[in-house]
T-cell receptor
Framework: DAGVTQSPTHLIKTRGQHVTLRCSPI?????VSWYQQVLGQGPQFIFQ???????GRGNFPDRFSARQFPNYSSELNVNALLLGDSALYLC????????????????FGPGTRLLVL | AQSVTQLDSHVSVSEGTPVLLRCNYS??????LFWYVQHPNKGLQLLLK??????LVKGINGFEAEFKKSETSFHLTKPSAHMSDAAEYFC????????????FGAGTRLFVKA
């Protein structure tokens, strides 16, 4: 079975632009979460979606948004890019949502590396 | 409030010697605790998790961790390091309550010398 897939693998944008990152969860998984991992730091939680609804949001500005589609795939959108948005963006899927964070095992994709110039 | 502190940013061991990666946590609620490993250019892989069952948790690839509530610690160990263990390791805390809040530690880079 395929794991979590993310596209694109790498992306270069300039300040002020908009970016869309995509994630396909493991087949049968209904929950998708997004994380930002800045170089040298641990991942920071951005969003979790379950059954197409937002279930949790981290401390990120409104420039960050996401959605989940009927097939449970997900997009992360970032508007008005800043240099500080340069990071590895990770997507994780889990079979269910318990409302308690990572109690359910999350499976991570390889990430999309975004560079903002 | 929750927090997680990985006490070492880098750990270097020789192949065949024990590994100890240290993690302390702070949580207002009884937490779930996890260790993840990240190899270069690969996604995060779950090593093991503690969810209030046995305090000694066994994971994949010979790793294990012990939950010590009195010390608020969840250190990761392995009896004998292998070259393939060289990677970044993250300790993660998540509350056992409603709502979504997970915190990753800053990570510990493990180097394994031949």
């Amino acid at each position: 079975d395929a794991g979590v897939t993310q596209s694109p693998t790498h992306l270069i944008k300039t300040r002020g632009q908009h970016v869309t990152l995509r994630c396909s969860p493991i087949s049968g998984h209904k929950s998708v979460s997004w994380y930002q991992q800045v170089l040298g730091q641990g991942p920071q939680f951005i969003f979790q979606y379950y059954e197409k609804e937002e279930r949790g949001r981290g401390n990120f500005p409104d420039r960050f948004s996401a959605r989940q589609f009927p097939n449970y795939s997900s997009e992360l959108n970032v508007n008005a890019l800043l240099l500080g948005d340069s990071a590895l963006y990770l997507c994780a899927s889990s079979a269910q949502y318990t409302g308690s964070g990572l109690q359910e095992t999350q499976y991570f994709g390889p990430g999309t590396r975004l560079l903002v110039l | 409030a929750q927090s997680v502190t990985q006490l070492d940013s880098h750990v270097s061991v020789s192949e065949g010697t024990p590994v100890l990666l240290r993690c302390n946590y702070s949580s207002s609620y009884s937490p779930s605790l996890f260790w993840y490993v990240q190899h270069p250019n690969k996604g995060l892989q779950l090593l093991l998790k503690y969810t209030s069952a046995a305090t000694l948790v066994k994971g994949i690839n010979g790793f294990e961790a012990e939950f010590k509530k009195s010390e608020t610690s969840f250190h990761l160990t392995k009896p004998s390091a292998h070259m393939s263990d060289a990677a970044e390791y993250f300790c993660v805390v998540s509350p056992n309550t409603g709502g979504f809040k997970t915190i990753f530690g800053a990570g510990t880079r493990l180097f394994v010398k031949a």
